[in-house]
């Protein structure tokens, strides 16, 4: 494995420092690392110091999505007029800005994630920290659908709504893994597409987006 070792002295930023590194290793060798030792030695740190911060190479990819979450909702949130979206406004916003995050680590993602039926599980137990975000977040936009009547409240059924936003945000995620179309435009219908199905299925009409959504997937076959 390539030394990156770094001048930078060993301190808070250590848990950054072990993720870039562990990024520069998929990147330059298309799988991720074996050894926890070699690893903590090509970082200049021990390796107990290592299990500071993760106690496996799960938990670096896990705090990868996590990292990737949080830099997609401050890039969203500084927008100033992100504080006047509505509820679906916002969701929009989070998917195009979480596309832009994305695509500074395609190359990473797609090492290890690219798969020709998808996922190999359901879902990598690496995104576990950031489905909890993101259902975080989307519990927020539903209180707020709610209150401005976008989304309707259904016994039984409101309670599952998160669930479908994240199961929304996986399409996304693997649609866009497996988009060649030209600026990833593809990925930008199929997000629009999503939300205002997603939406009109919360609110009160859903025919109309049913039907041009999946006229859309069919075509993208």
Known sequence: ?????SNTPIGPDTRTRIIEAFVQHVLETGREPVSVF?????????????YTYYTSFLGVKGGVWEQIFERTV?????QPVHASY?????????????IEEMKKNRSYLLALYLQPDGFKKAMPEELRGFKAKFQAFA?????????????AE?????????????LETLFILQFW??????????TDAAI????????????????????DFAKFLYQSK
């Open 1 to 5: 494995m390539k030394n990156i070792k």
């Open 38 to 50: 070699k690893f903590a030695q090509s970082l200049g740190i021990k390796e107990e110091e290592f």
């Open 74 to 78: 401050a890039q969203m949130e500084a």
């Open 86 to 98: 509505s509820a679906r406004e916002k969701l929009l916003a989070f998917y195009f800005t979480w």
């Open 139 to 151: 519990n927020e936009l539903i209180v707020e659908g709610k209150a401005t009547d976008q989304i």
């Open 154 to 166: 259904r016994k039984y059924i409101s309670d599952k709504y998160a669930d479908a936003l994240w």
């Open 177 to 186: 893994l497996k988009d060649t179309s030209p600026s990833f435009e593809k």
């Open 192 to 211: 629009e597409k999503s939300v205002n199905l997603v939406f009109d299925l919360m609110g009160k009409t859903a025919v109309d987006s049913l039907v």
